[in-house]
């Protein structure tokens, strides 16, 4: 599984001009998760900010053009999508108390 980030901004064309509610937000990422499903992806969470129109969604699936597709299949615009590894304990990186220990004993 890989990870991606996509962008969306009213500024370049990819989020609605006009402000969207909460719920208008809401129900587009849930017709982009239900859409998803049948590409093997996965929409985890997304940060907005309704008032400036943008969006970023964190989503995993089996590559770039399966993230194209979900978005394809409901008509929703994006300005870039990132492929991105998760920088959290569980993955990438060592806490940093962790580290200092190792240091200490070796």
């Not at 998760?33 to 970023?56: I, R, S």
């Amino acid at each position: 599984m890989k990870y991606f980030i996509d962008t969306h901004d009213k500024n370049k064309g990819s989020f609605p001009q006009q402000e969207l509610t909460e719920q208008q937000f809401f129900d587009q990422f849930a017709a982009l998760e239900e859409a998803a499903a049948q590409f093997g992806v996965f929409g985890h969470v997304a940060h907005v900010n309704l008032k400036d129109g943008k969006a970023f969604c964190f989503m995993s699936g089996p590559d770039e053009e399966s993230i194209r597709k979900a978005h394809a299949a409901i008509n929703l615009p994006y300005d870039s999508i990132t492929e991105v590894r998760r920088v959290t304990g569980a993955d990438m990186r060592v806490p940093q108390a962790a580290q200092a220990q190792r240091r200490k004993a070796g």
